[in-house]
């Protein structure tokens, strides 16, 4: 025998009572497994409607005994929707009060929610420079969302650019150094915090060998310091200015490289 299931679940104000606010409906069926129709194989949603939850489910089966005072036990949280997604755990019930037409039974829902880290939105901004040298950028699949830190070489132009960051997956990938050797000095590495975050490059570009325009000096800002400025900004040159969206921030960089850093442009995404 087959039957429907719909209930509503109910908080009660004070103790085990019939009047209470309504958070969620059960809706499903009921499949009698045993010829006393004692046991029932339940397959049925716990449909959420109040506040934070609503819209939301929990999917839940397994067999649920007679209908007499005292009668409890459990059955499995098999999956959600919602602010449910991928729940695993356990649907308790236990037959507490006798009333006309039926029973009221307590009910306690446990689960555990696994959390998928959602895609960040990653955007190009620029890039500044000149044509020369090789490209260099982050592939697809190791898009990152926060820069962790930068290595910048530099003199009279920006020799080169080594950083690390964290991937949309949480891992952590180290890019460079992109550029040349030649002539250059090190500057002390940054080691950002972990809620530091850049909001702002400023910059320049000028002529290099008398043929190619390269990224001549950098400035970093962030939500808590400036970092340099690095290599030289001189009469001639020409200055830039990065600046991500509101709520975003700089997590990375891309651009040309030969003996020297030809071209930058960075990747933007939505600050945590």
């Avoid at 209908?67 to 098999?78: I, K, R």
């Avoid at 939105?121 to 898009?143: K, R, S, T």
């Avoid at 000095?185 to 080691?191: H, L, T």
């Avoid at 972990?194 to 290099?208: F, H, L, M, R, W």
Wanted: charged letters at 15%; a neutral charge.
């Amino acid at each position: 025998m087959i039957i429907k299931i719909n209930f509503l679940l109910k908080v009660p104000k004070v103790g085990p009572d019939t009047k209470g606010i309504v958070v969620a409906r059960l809706q499903g069926i009921g499949i009698s497994s045993r010829k006393s129709n004692q046991s029932w194989h339940n397959t049925f949603n716990v449909v959420f409607t109040d506040r934070r939850f609503k819209g939301s489910t929990l999917s839940v089966q397994g067999l649920i005994g007679p209908a007499t005072l005292g009668d409890e036990g459990d059955l499995a949280v098999v999956g959600g929707t919602g602010e449910f997604v991928y729940a695993q755990g356990i649907f308790s019930y236990k037959r507490i009060q006798l009333v006309s037409g039926g029973t009221i039974t307590e009910l306690r829902i446990r689960v555990v929610c696994l959390i998928f880290p959602k895609p960040v939105h990653v955007q190009n901004i620029g890039p500044w420079g000149g044509n020369g040298g090789n490209a260099y950028e982050i592939q697809d699949g190791e898009l990152p969302q926060h820069l962790e830190s930068l290595s910048i070489y530099a003199e009279n132009f920006i020799q080169s650019i080594a950083f690390s960051y964290i991937d949309q997956t949480g891992q952590k990938r180290t890019v460079g150094p992109w550029g040349g050797d030649d002539g250059k000095s090190e500057y002390p590495p940054v080691q950002f915090g972990p809620s530091e975050t850049v909001k702002a490059i400023y910059g320049s570009t000028g002529n290099y060998d008398g043929v190619h325009t390269v990224v001549t000096s950098l400035t970093i800002v962030t939500n808590v310091t400036t970092y340099g400025p690095y290599g030289k900004q001189t009469a001639g040159n020409t200055p830039f200015n990065i600046a991500p969206p509101n709520n975003y921030s700089i997590v990375g960089f891309y651009g040309r490289v030969g003996e020297v850093l030809d071209q930058i442009g960075v990747y933007v995404a939505p600050t945590n």
